[in-house]
Nanobody
Framework: QVQVVESGGGLVQPGESLKLSCTASGSIFSIYSMGWYRQAPGKVRELVAIITSGGSINYADSVKGRFTISRDNAKNTVHLEMNNLKPEDTAVYYC???????????WGQGTQVTVSS
């Protein structure tokens, strides 16, 4: 059974930093992409950042220059370093994993990030 477990959310003030981590386990297939999405109250879930096994990266325009995604392929782990956080970054952040061998994808349970003074 595949498990996707996130950690690292919390409450911070504007301008501060947080690091999210996500680890996937339980599949015999290789992971193609790992990414972070977020959903604020009353809004649709949106892509924040995604990284492929080959190292290709995409960021949402709203986080470019502030967020950095990285990945440890050997550990099936992805991190999201978030700097200069803004109140509009407040949301539940979800880890997403796509397995190329099975063509299946999985979501984590979500971790709350709140940016408020």
């Amino acid at each position: 059974q595949v498990q996707v477990v996130e950690s690292g959310g919390g409450l911070v003030q504007p301008g501060e930093s947080l690091k999210l981590s996500c680890t996937a386990s339980g599949s015999i297939f290789s992971i193609y992409s790992m990414g972070w999405y977020r959903q604020a109250p009353g809004k649709v879930r949106e892509l924040v950042a995604i990284i492929t096994s080959g190292g290709s990266i995409n960021y949402a325009d709203s986080v470019k220059g502030r967020f950095t995604i990285s990945r440890d392929n050997a550990k099936n782990t992805v991190h999201l370093e978030m700097n200069n956080l803004k109140p509009e970054d407040t949301a539940v952040y979800y880890c997403h994993v796509y397995y190329s061998g099975s063509y299946l994808d999985y979501w984590g349970q979500g971790t709350q990030v709140t940016v408020s003074s």
